[in-house]
């Protein structure tokens, strides 16, 4: 089974910056697209960001609205390795933060972003 692990989480004041990462056990890590997404209490899973695989090593990506110009995700193809770089955090990104594929298949564990003063 595929396997997603994300780190990167904790608690920071308005306005700080965390950098999270999700290492997977994907096959072919590179021609898939993947996702970061959220939940916050009480609320479905939302996408957050995604970045596209293929032949050529993607890199094209997309956001949603509350988070654009704030976050960036990238990738590193030869750790198997996705990235979610969040700057400028607001209480409202508060949430536990997931990676998988996009759409999304098997989920990891999370991790969990506070954005607290």
């Known amino acids: 089974q595929v396997q997603f692990v994300e780190s990167g989480g904790g608690l920071v004041q308005p306005g700080g910056s965390l950098r999270l990462s999700c290492v997977t056990s994907?096959?072919?890590?590179?021609?898939?697209?993947m996702g970061w997404y959220r939940q916050a209490p009480g609320k479905q899973r939302e996408l957050v960001a995604r970045?596209?695989?293929?032949?050529?090593?993607?890199?094209?990506?997309y956001y949603t609205d509350s988070v654009k110009g704030r976050f960036t995700i990238s990738r590193d193809n030869g750790k198997n390795t996705v990235y979610l770089q969040m700057n400028s955090l607001l209480p409202e990104d508060t949430a536990v933060y997931y990676c998988?594929?996009?759409?999304?298949?098997?989920w990891g564990q999370g991790t969990q972003v506070t954005v607290s003063s």
């Open positions: 998988s594929t996009h759409p999304p298949g098997t």
């Open positions: 994907r096959r072919a890590f590179s021609v898939y697209n």
């Open positions: 970045i596209t695989g293929g032949g050529t090593g993607g890199g094209t990506t």
